[in-house]
């Protein structure tokens, strides 16, 4: 049975499920399931609703909701969830955020910079209630840490509805269209369809925009470097990251890889003969002159082509997940593939 709030939340309700989360009272967590959409309910708006096209059930994840009105009160958990929100016009509805893990889009900067700051890394449940949210929107699994007190169920025993990025949904593959969906998913639950709408026309529009100026070129191999010195952490053939080189006029040499990322040995990476590095970028890995330093550094490296020719390409990790950045990717990442058709 879908999860009604038609309640407003209450100061006791949060202050019930602090009480219990601080006195140690196990809270499991929800199962997942790949389906993440939405569908409006018929039967005309329940008492009470006042927003256009409301009420609205929404399957996210295994969890299913169904919301009176959009959100008001908003953390997100991650920063690509926070800035997919800024391209939708909704900043006045984020209350807090956590886990910075990149340099965020120059056109959401000055709003981002605006919203508090629950967290370095991911908030304690504590502070997310302090908060008082209606609403959490995590980026990555671990955004409803079951360990660390932060399941879907702790949150939905507080009063407060949760949504996690569809990426993390138990997908197999990840492509940009999931991004697209994601897109419309957020807009038509926060009753901004439009705006979702034009976004990602603008989005498209990007993509089609660059695959046009580098159709033609020759598909340049690419490796991308996450992390790694005894191996190398890799994104594979499942990974969004495949996509954004594809479409920027290369292809990645581990793309039959199956899986999103994986580890892969450097007798791997001389064998496939890479003539570009993307070097993904993200707090906590080593940052990206390390990562240069560490690849020129490598007696087994020094005749791939990418190394000898020092051709490195940086892309913050956030920009090859799925939300608003991996159209703009396509982009960075096809100016450095191929700088002569963008001269």
């Not at 039967?43 to 399957?59: D, H, I, M």
Request: net charge neutral; with cysteine; charged share 25%.
């Amino acid at each position: 049975m879908p999860r009604t709030r038609s309640m407003p939340r209450r100061r006791p309700v949060r202050a019930a499920a602090l009480a219990l989360a601080l006195s140690g009272v196990l809270l499991t967590g929800c199962g997942a399931s790949p389906q993440s959409g939405t569908a409006r309910e018929g039967g005309g708006a329940k008492p009470g609703a006042s927003a256009e096209g409301f009420p609205l059930t929404v399957e996210n994840c295994g969890t299913r909701t169904t919301y009176d009105k959009p959100p008001s009160r908003v953390v997100t958990i991650h920063q690509h969830p926070a800035e997919l929100m800024l391209a939708l016009g909704l900043k006045d509805r984020i209350v807090g955020t956590a886990f910075p893990d990149s340099a965020v889009l120059p056109a959401f900067r000055e709003d981002f910079a605006a919203i508090p700051e629950l967290a370095k890394k991911e908030p304690s449940f504590e502070s997310v209630l302090n908060a008082e949210p209606d609403f959490v929107y995590g980026g990555y699994a671990s955004a409803f840490a079951e360990k660390e007190g932060r399941s879907r169920k702790a949150f939905a025993d507080a009063g407060i509805d949760t949504y996690l990025n569809r990426e993390y949904c138990g997908k197999k593959k990840v492509a940009m269209t999931d991004t697209y969906d994601e897109i419309r998913a957020i807009g038509s639950l926060f009753g901004v369809e439009e705006r979702a709408d034009a976004l990602v026309a603008d989005l498209q529009g990007r993509v089609a925009k660059t695959a046009a100026t580098v159709k033609g070129a020759p598909a340049l191999p690419v490796f991308v470097y996450d992390s790694g010195d005894k191996s190398a952490f890799t994104a594979g053939g499942k990974s969004l990251g495949t996509e954004v080189i594809r479409l920027a006029g290369g292809t990645n040499v581990f793309a039959d890889l199956d899986d999103v990322f994986g580890d892969v040995s450097w007798e791997q990476v001389v064998a496939r003969k890479p003539e570009v590095i993307a070097i993904y970028d993200y707090a906590g890995a080593g940052n990206v002159e390390q990562k240069k330093k560490f690849l020129l550094a490598q007696p087994a490296l020094a005749d791939v082509p990418a190394v000898k020719n020092k051709r490195f390409v940086v892309l913050p990790l956030t920009a090859t997940l799925v939300g608003v950045r991996a159209p703009y990717a396509v982009e960075d990442l096809a100016r450095g593939l191929h700088p002569e058709r963008f001269r």
